[in-house]
């Protein structure tokens, strides 16, 4: 199983800017751990990111198909981005939001997600360790679904028997 990580504007910048909100973390260390994770969880993982609003709509559309779930964080366009939201929608994948910072006790601008009602679930304020807890959370509904889909099909095989 597959799992696209799909960060937006400014991460490429962690590590450097505002450590105060974001720490000191860089995305690479991120990326790192997680890959660590679903290497041990045997599943694929890919990572892209991205300042530019259409590329990160591009690239939710691409995983259709491609992959099983999506974790993202939109950044800055969690909260103007309808174009995000309706290619979020459009895929109908299992999708967690993540934000390293809590949104909620931020500026009020911030406080609002275009995202989130789309999306699975939200993880917020749990700064770089969110994208852990994404990545048990997204591995634990995939295995459900896996779980699922191959019942359905036992099933299936059972009734036309």
């Known amino acids: ?6 960060q937006g504007p400014n991460l490429n910048m ?4 505002e450590q105060n909100v974001y720490g000191a973390m860089k995305l690479e ?8 994770v679903a290497k041990q969880n045997n599943f694929e993982i890919e990572f892209f990111q991205s300042n ?13 198909g491609d992959a099983d779930g999506i974790i993202i964080n939109p950044a800055a366009y969690t909260h103007s981005s309808i174009a995000i939201r309706d290619a979020i929608s ?3 994948l299992p999708a967690i939001e993540v934000h390293i910072s809590n949104i909620y006790r931020r500026e009020e601008f911030r406080q609002k997600s275009m995202t989130a009602a789309v999306c699975t679930g939200q993880i917020s304020g ?9 990545m048990i959370s997204m591995m634990q509904m ?3 679904l896996d779980a699922l889909r191959k019942a359905q099909i036992a099933q299936q095989q059972v009734a036309q028997a």
């Open 1 to 6: 199983m597959k799992i696209v990580v799909i």
């Open 14 to 17: 962690l590590g450097h800017r």
């Open 29 to 36: 260390e991120i990326h790192s751990q997680m890959e660590a």
């Open 52 to 64: 530019l609003e259409g590329e990160i709509v591009d690239k939710i559309q691409e995983c259709l």
């Open 90 to 92: 459009a895929v109908a």
């Open 126 to 134: 749990f700064g770089p360790f969110g994208y852990h807890l994404a």
């Open 142 to 144: 995939l295995g459900e």
